[in-house]
């Protein structure tokens, strides 16, 4: 299924069956991490992808993790609900949806994903897993790594994602297609609402 069909947060996969031509020479440099900690080492699924937004980090860092949000500019994400109060920080709880569509080896359905975040610092970065289950689909555990860093002309964004579980391992291509496709679309989505908003101006670093 990134997108998600993991987790970790999952990032998710779209209702797009877009197949990517090649992993991004980025996917083959040191994985990322926050607080020390990145995605699983031993995943056969996994994906990695950057992007350049023109707009302040803040405004980057707010849509990113003001989580209840993400369903006005992300169309993947049908539903989502915090499971805890107060600003995202490490321990927080979300749990969303998104559909998936289907493959040769699984149905149509709707992911239920539940992401707990594992680390967090402010305007840097974020990391998350957690499991996403659906109906003939189910991952054990994605883990998704997110970082920030300010360049001239507004903020390089990269994203780094594993997945795990029987299910999405039995078609390794097929499920490292669909994650790869979640991601690419998160960060165009992303782009598109940093871009839009009439505050944003990017910072000269």
């Given at each position: 299924?990134?997108?998600?069909?993991?987790?970790?947060?999952?990032?998710?996969?779209?209702?797009?069956?877009?197949?990517?031509?090649?992993?991004?020479?980025?996917?083959?440099?040191?994985?990322?991490?926050?607080?020390?900690?990145?995605?699983?080492?031993?995943?056969?699924?996994?994906?990695?992808?950057?992007?350049?937004?023109?707009?302040?980090?803040?405004?980057?860092?707010?849509?990113?993790?003001?989580?209840?949000?993400?369903?006005?500019?992300?169309?993947?994400?049908?539903?989502?609900?915090?499971?805890?109060?107060?600003?995202?920080?490490?321990?927080?709880?979300?749990?969303?949806?998104?559909?998936?569509?289907?493959?040769?080896?699984?149905?149509?359905?709707?992911?239920?994903?539940?992401?707990?975040?594992?680390?967090l610092a402010r305007e840097r970065c974020i990391r998350w897993t957690g499991p996403a289950v659906?109906?003939?689909?189910?991952?054990?555990?994605?883990?998704?790594?997110?970082?920030?860093?300010?360049?001239?002309?507004?903020?390089?964004?990269?994203?780094?994602?594993?997945?795990?579980?029987?299910?999405?391992?039995?078609?390794?291509?097929?499920?490292?297609?669909?994650l790869g496709a979640g991601l690419e679309a998160w960060l165009t989505h992303?782009?598109?609402?940093?871009?839009?908003?009439?505050?944003?101006?990017?910072?000269?670093?």
């Amino acid at each position: 299924m990134s997108r998600t069909l993991t987790a970790a947060l999952l990032a998710i996969p779209l209702a797009v069956g877009a197949a990517l031509v090649a992993t991004p020479a980025a996917a083959r440099t040191a994985p990322l991490t926050c607080g020390g900690q990145g995605v699983d080492p031993a995943a056969k699924i996994r994906y990695r992808t950057e992007a350049v937004i023109e707009a302040p980090l803040h405004t980057v860092w707010n849509l990113q993790t003001d989580v209840e949000r993400w369903p006005t500019w992300q169309p993947p994400v049908a539903s989502i609900e915090r499971l805890d109060g107060g600003p995202l920080r490490t321990g927080s709880r979300f749990r969303w949806t998104t559909p998936v569509p289907p493959t040769a080896t699984t149905p149509a359905t709707t992911l239920v994903i539940t992401s707990t975040v594992r680390q967090l610092a402010r305007e840097r970065c974020i990391r998350w897993t957690g499991p996403a289950v659906g109906v003939g689909l189910g991952i054990d555990n994605g883990v998704h790594v997110w970082t920030f860093t300010e360049v001239r002309g507004g903020v390089l964004v990269r994203t780094e994602e594993t997945w795990t579980g029987a299910q999405v391992e039995a078609d390794v291509p097929t499920s490292t297609t669909y994650l790869g496709a979640g991601l690419e679309a998160w960060l165009t989505h992303l782009t598109a609402a940093a871009e839009a908003d009439p505050c944003a101006r990017p910072h000269q670093a």
